[in-house]
């Protein structure tokens, strides 16, 4: 057996010790009874920001609360660990599979196993590129081109005279649909707005350290920066760090634009450190459940259900947004 199978055949047996150590063992289909539990295989990409926690806290909670039993892998970042995970849940014969997808090119393969084992599969947050749109049968999470488009309206709302305004763009993970729709929606509304130019644009990968790390460069190589637009709250917290390290004043000598609506994002926007926030709603967990517990009854769901989610910027009042939680 080459070494790739003996891990599957390591993660399948862990996945199976945990079951059976939590009172529930994966049977044949002919002896299971209809009490048991839907099993539900998730891959989770990391836990790379507080969003991506509360994402994860949402789920596992909410499996618990639908007594769907869940098997949880975090993928630490890599599509291969994914890939691999999805394929231990197709062996281990779950009911449902659901993931965040990481990046969204190279899950046609996998998918098609999955569907020849006749397994469902959800895909959440982050969406995928596919040859064939019937390799899974539903995406929930966030429109992420709606996110651009909010961030761009609230700088047309910002600089209303006409004058040049000069946009540093700080971007999510390469390749992830958050990332390619957001940098999309922005440039979709400003398209129509000249004055506004995007001097610079890097990748900062959702984290807090590389958006600081990027943020150092980008004040040593970028003159007259007006705006940062950054892809997540994360990296928006590093951006700050390097920009105070600089004296420079964050909201005021440098609009600031950031994706996500972590409670730090709400203290900063209060602070007048940052002067948008547009939501990304990470607690999807409950619908995610409710949507597997359809697939696993054979029932079609929505193809595409985006979540509901709204912008808080310097414009409103601030004085009653309620804990954030993440
Ligand atoms: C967006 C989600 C992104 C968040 C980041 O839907 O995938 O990933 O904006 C997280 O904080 O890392």
């Known amino acids: 057996m080459n070494i790739k199978r003996k891990l599957s055949f390591i993660f399948v047996l862990c996945l199976t010790l945990i079951s059976l150590l939590s009172g529930c063992s994966r049977e044949n289909e002919n002896t299971r009874d209809s009490e048991e539990k839907i099993i539900l295989g998730f891959s989770q990409i990391g836990a790379e920001s507080a969003w991506r926690k509360c994402n994860s806290l949402s789920i596992q909670e ?87 488009r909010e961030g761009a309206e609230f700088l047309i709302k910002k600089f209303p005279d006409g004058e040049p305004v000069r946009i540093v763009e700080i971007s999510g993970t390469e390749g992830s649909s958050p990332a390619v729709g957001r940098a999309a929606g922005f440039r979709e509304v400003l398209a129509d707005h000249p004055e506004f130019s995007i001097v610079y644009s890097a990748s900062g990968d959702f984290l807090r350290s590389k958006g600081y790390e990027l943020m150092k460069k980008v004040l040593k190589e970028v003159e007259d920066i007006d705006v940062i637009f950054s892809h997540n709250d994360g990296m928006t917290l590093g951006i700050i760090d390097a920009m105070k390290e600089q004296g420079i004043r964050p909201g005021k000598d440098i609009v600031i634009v950031t994706v996500d609506a972590e409670q730090a994002a709400i203290d900063a926007l209060k602070r007048g450190e940052v002067n948008c926030v547009i939501e990304c709603n990470p607690k999807t967990g409950p619908a995610i459940m409710e949507l597997a517990r359809k697939l696993a009854r054979g029932e079609a769901i929505s193809r595409l259900q985006h979540v509901d989610e709204e912008v808080f910027s310097e414009y409103d009042d601030l004085s009653d947004i309620p804990p954030r939680g993440y």
């Open 62 to 148: 909410a499996a618990q609360e639908s007594s769907i039993q869940l098997l949880f892998a975090n993928a630490e970042q890599k599509q291969e660990n994914q890939i691999k995970a999805l394929r231990s849940f197709i062996v281990y014969q779950v009911d449902v599979i659901a993931f965040v997808p990481i990046v969204a090119d190279g899950w046609d393969n996998i998918l098609r196993e999955a569907r020849d084992a006749g397994i469902p599969v959800l895909i959440t947050d982050r969406k995928i590129n596919t040859a064939d749109e019937n390799l899974y049968a539903g995406f929930i999470g966030t429109d992420s081109e709606q996110e651009g």
